[in-house]
């Protein structure tokens, strides 16, 4: 008896060496991957104020979502701009006195051509516009995330819009055979093709965040994830990182028209709090 303990007990020890072992592995190799930035010496207060300053109109599609709607609510706190307008299927009501300022433009995403005045005159474009196949079936995934997605950002260029910030996903890839990174990687391609001054495209990994609709599936996996976040850092982001980053990366100067940033980007752009 005493012989199995001790043969358990040192099996036990070995499994979680290995296990953290594996672990530091792949802790190594999340942070060796490229795409990070540069550490901020800038000042991003004053570069803020300055941004402020030019009373800048901003519209944002999709901001009844779970980022969209923090988003937004980042945007009202930093006071970026001098007006914000919600591009979406429904209007939304809400409580808090801060939104009494904004804009809704309830459109049609299947007609959307004929509300191109709510696409005109913004500086700046924010996109966290999505759907699963899950939620709507292959054909109704490929219609609002590439379709809805690719019109809207014509109509945004063709209004005046010079900057433009899409949530895309970690993985896109147009050569992708998943159909999900496919379809996010196509309309990143076409999006930069359409030539705005900017564009800057966020590939999160899993977002983590309590979401206000019941998935089962995702819940618990954002359950488990979060408990080893820290160990796989490049397979999830908190929500709150995502448009911290977005925010944040508007008033900054990007060394390229069009900008990717990977998980670690947003998770570095994002741990910042400016304030
Ligand atoms: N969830 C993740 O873990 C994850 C990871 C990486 C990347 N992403 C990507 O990030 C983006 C945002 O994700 P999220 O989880 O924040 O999204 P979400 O909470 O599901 O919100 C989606 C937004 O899109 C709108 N929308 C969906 N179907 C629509 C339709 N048929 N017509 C008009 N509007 C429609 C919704 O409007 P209503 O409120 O009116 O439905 C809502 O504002 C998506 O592109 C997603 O693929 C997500
Ligand atoms: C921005 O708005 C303020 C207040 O309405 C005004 O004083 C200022 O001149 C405007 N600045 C620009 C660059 O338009």
């Known amino acids: 008896m005493k012989l199995l303990i001790s043969i358990l ?31 901020m010496a ?7 104020e300055d941004f402020r300053q030019q009373n800048k109109s901003c519209f944002i599609l999709g901001a009844t979502g779970e980022t969209g709607r923090l988003l937004l609510k980042e945007l009202l706190d930093r006071n970026l701009f001098a007006k914000i307008t919600l591009i979406g299927r429904r209007e939304v009501t809400f409580e808090d006195k801060a939104y ?3 804009i809704q433009e309830v459109v049609d995403f299947e007609k959307l051509e004929d509300h191109a005045p709510a696409f005109q005159g913004h500086d700046v474009g ?11 079936g292959a054909e109704g995934f490929v219609r609002v995330d590439h379709d809805y997605v690719l019109k809207s950002a014509e ?16 993985g896109a890839d ?11 990687g196509q309309v990143e391609a076409e999006i930069e093709a359409l030539g705005f001054d900017r564009l800057s495209i966020y590939r999160p990994a899993v ?4 979401r206000q609709e019941s998935r089962p599936g995702e819940w618990m996996a954002r359950k488990v994830l979060s408990s080893c976040s ?9 929500i709150q990182a995502v448009t911290r980053a977005m925010v944040s990366n508007t008033v900054l100067k990007p060394e390229h028209p069009t900008e990717i940033l990977e998980n670690k980007a947003i998770q570095t752009l994002g741990a910042s709090p400016t304030k």
């Open 42 to 48: 800038v000042n991003m207060e004053s570069l803020e």
């Open 207 to 210: 977002l983590l965040v309590e």
């Open 155 to 170: 109509l945004a260029k063709a209004g005046g819009c010079s900057q433009f910030h899409l949530e895309s996903s970690k």
């Open 230 to 238: 820290f160990m796989f850092p490049s397979m999830s982001v908190p």
């Open 174 to 184: 147009k050569g992708s055979s998943f159909l999900y990174l496919k379809v996010k």
């Open 100 to 102: 009494e300022k904004l």
């Open 9 to 39: 007990g040192k099996a036990t020890g070995y499994l979680t060496l290995v296990v953290v072992l594996i672990a530091a592995v792949l802790h190594y190799l999340d942070y060796s991957e490229p795409g990070a930035l540069p550490s």
């Open 126 to 136: 924010y996109c966290c516009l999505g759907t699963t196949k899950a939620k709507s």
